[in-house]
């Protein structure tokens, strides 16, 4: 089975850093991807992770430790445009027996001045 | 088309009809997902193409929905005798492969009101 925890909301200060944590329990990891998604818009894919280590483009950085079930997307410098809900997604294998994502319910973030 | 794009953006319907949504994805990707997200929840995985076989149906939640895609293109999603429950936004992605690797990319979706 599978089962993702992320914080439900979040509130943060224009120009500061946030960070976003993500915790998993899954039967056959392989891989972690973040999205952003704007209200009533479709989720944007914003960085994968798949070995142990910090992944980072540009004002976005996503760190994964597979033996702890961890993961974290951190913003840097953050603008108004950054909120949004950010999604946590895991690719594990589904009762079938294909790899499929699995998402959390997403962390709002609001971004304010 | 540059994006993938899902149609209608909207639909209302009476409990019990059926419904049909459909998906164009991007031009020359080969693998397709249909997801689901209620209310205050993650996006629930439904069913992937492969081209034109859907090797995993796991995800639809009841006989009640079926999906179907041809032409390695355009897929529908077929929801019959709605229910109350199935009020949602009906989101669809697609990647070149169905590769663990592959990003996938998401339309806007349908937001499905059931009364």
């Known amino acids: 089975g599978q089962n993702i925890d992320q914080p439900t909301e979040m509130t943060a200060t224009e120009g500061a850093i946030v960070q976003i944590n993500c915790t998993y329990q899954?039967?056959?990891?392989?891989?972690l991807f973040w999205y952003q998604q704007h209200a009533g818009e479709a989720p944007t894919f914003l960085s994968y992770?798949?070995?142990?280590g910090l992944e980072e483009k540009g004002r976005f950085s996503s760190f994964l430790s597979r033996s702890k079930g961890y993961s974290y997307l951190l913003l840097k410098e953050l603008q108004m445009k950054d909120s949004a809900s950010y999604l946590c997604?895991?690719?594990?294998?589904?009762?079938?027996?294909?790899?499929?994502?699995?998402f959390g319910k997403g962390t709002k973030l609001s971004v304010i001045p | 088309g540059a994006g993938v794009s899902q149609s209608p953006s909207n639909k209302v319907t009476e409990k019990g009809k059926d419904v049909e949504l459909r998906c164009d994805p991007i031009?020359?990707?080969?693998?397709l997902y249909w997801y689901r997200q209620r209310l205050g929840q993650g996006l629930e995985f439904l069913i992937y193409?492969?081209?034109?076989?859907?090797?995993?149906k796991s995800g639809l939640p009841s006989d009640r929905f079926s999906a179907e895609r041809t032409g390695e293109s355009v897929s529908t999603l077929t929801i019959q005798r709605t229910q109350q429950e199935d009020s949602a936004v009906y989101l669809c992605?697609?990647?070149?492969?169905?590769?663990?690797?592959?990003?996938?990319?998401f339309g806007p979706g349908t937001r499905l009101l059931v009364l």
């Open positions: 193409f492969q081209g034109n076989s859907a090797p995993d």
């Open positions: 031009s020359g990707h080969t693998a």
């Open positions: 992605a697609s990647s070149l492969f169905a590769d663990v690797q592959e990003t996938q990319y």
């Open positions: 899954t039967s056959g990891f392989n891989g």
């Open positions: 992770n798949v070995l142990d």
């Open positions: 997604a895991v690719r594990d294998r589904t009762g079938a027996g294909s790899y499929q994502l699995t």
